[in-house]
Structures are given as C-alpha cells and as structure tokens.
C-alpha cells in the first residue's frame, strides 16, 4: 500500500509541473488517469476513468477569480479508489467533485502563506536581481506546489483507501445505479458548459455539421474529428498556399483597426 501510494502521490506531482513549465495539460484527468491505471496495473480502466472525468471536468477552468476545484487531486484520487476498490466508473464520479472541491479548500492554506516568499522576489526587482526573481518562482510555482500536492495525494491515498472501502460496502445499491444514470449525463453538461465559452455564430454551423454527419449518416466520432481537422487547417491556411495580396489585405485591416 505504501508503494502504491507513493506512485499515486508522484502521478499528481507529475500532474503540477503543468502549471509550473507550461501549459501543456498533463494535467487533465485524461493525461493522469490513464497514468494512475499504469502505476495500480489496470490501464484500461485507467484510460476509462480518465475520459469520462475528463468531460466531466471539461469546463473546470479558472476564470477572472473563479477557482475550480483542484482538477489534479481530484483525478488522481478519484481515479486510483475507483481501481483498489474495484468499483469503476460510478464511483469516480461519486468521488471526483467531493475531493476537488476537498483539496482546493486544504491547498489555500498553502495559497495564504505563498505571499511570505514574494517578497524576495519584490526586493530582487527593486535592486534588479533577476535571481531572486527566479527563486521565488522555483519555491513556490515547482517545488512547494509539487511537495504539497504529493503530500495530499499520498496521505490521502494511504489513509483513506480503506476508509472508502468501507464506506463504499455501506452504501445501497440504489444509490450506484443513479450514479451510472449520471454518469451519462455528466459528459454532456461538461460539453455543454464548454460550448457556453467557445461557440458563437461563426461556429455553430460547423457544429450542426458534426451533428449531421453523425446522427444522418453514421460517422464514428474518429471521422468527424478527421472532417473538422481537414476544415479547420483549410480555415486558418496551415500550409501557407493562400494568395500573398489576401494576406497582405488581412494585415493591413487588422493594422487599420489598430
């Protein structure tokens, strides 16, 4: 057990160093839950867990000073006690929000002492000592969050896999059949809050499009992923054949707006 929660805890560290060395989003469920079925020898269930989370989590972003619940912590845990219990899916989707909003709640209180070390980075910038600046950003963005977050996990993971087992042997049968009922609706309040931030009218017709070839003629979801990238890199031009005049035209209204 100690092992198994040492490789948890290290998954959701890996899962940090995201926010620490760019966005690059190992951090999403869909990156650590596959991670996390690796490390507890259950791929499979791993990848499933880790999709489905995935959209369940799709529009937990941060947003002006909205904070979401901490998407790391939540599909790494929730990901690992669906797998030692043999529970599946239902019970990652029982668990996930809970210990997202869980963990957020316990790392402010790492966020409340981070201002302390700020002030090597303000003394660095007053005197010009790019250094200091850097320091701060190693302390706190990669290897306190880091330490922290693999503190949680694996504290988490150790003392809690067993008290989740039992709780889990408590709970009636009536009570996973609604999660498997949610199960399927969740992915699809996830795409819906996704769509509230990225569709407008420009993209509506593609979706209607996607929806069409789907529902009328068939297509797996693979195909239509393949339609939309071949219209989206004859959209944006990725290979550069557009006339020189168009796109001088396009520059110079862009610089007129300006």
């Not at 669906?82 to 957020?104: H, N």
């Not at 002492?113 to 302390?139: C, H, N, R, S, W």
């Not at 009218?201 to 939309?228: E, H, T």
């Amino acid at each position: 057990m100690v092992v198994q929660a040492l490789l948890v805890g290290l998954v959701a560290a890996f899962g940090t160093l995201d926010t620490a060395l760019g966005t690059s989003m190992i951090q999403r469920p869909i990156v650590l839950g596959p991670l996390v079925g690796l490390v507890l020898g259950d791929l499979q269930t791993g990848l499933v867990i880790g999709a489905n989370l995935e959209l369940l989590f799709m529009g937990a972003i941060s947003v002006g000073a909205y904070i979401p619940p901490d998407v790391i912590t939540a599909g790494t845990l929730a990901t690992a006690f669906a797998i030692t219990t043999g529970s599946g899916l239902e019970t990652a989707y029982a668990l996930a929000m809970p210990i997202g909003l869980a963990a957020l709640g316990i790392k402010n209180f790492f966020y409340a002492i981070t201002p302390m070390f700020l002030q090597i980075a303000d003394k660095g910038a007053e005197v010009g000592d790019d250094g200091k600046i850097k320091l701060t950003y190693v302390l706190i963005g990669m290897v306190g969050k880091t330490i922290w977050t693999f503190t949680l996990t694996f504290l988490a993971f150790y003392f809690g896999s067993d008290a989740v087992t039992a709780v889990l042997d408590m709970v009636p049968d009536f009570v996973f059949d609604g999660m498997g009922i949610a199960a399927g609706i969740l992915p699809a309040m996830g795409f819906a809050m996704l769509m509230r931030m990225i569709v407008n009218k420009k993209l509506v017709p593609f979706f209607v499009l996607g929806f069409a070839l789907a529902a009328y003629l068939n297509l797996s979801v693979l195909a239509v992923a393949i339609l939309a990238v071949v219209i989206a890199i004859e959209k944006i031009d990725l290979f550069g054949d557009a006339p020189a005049a168009a796109t001088a035209g396009i520059a110079g209204g862009d610089d007129d707006d300006f």
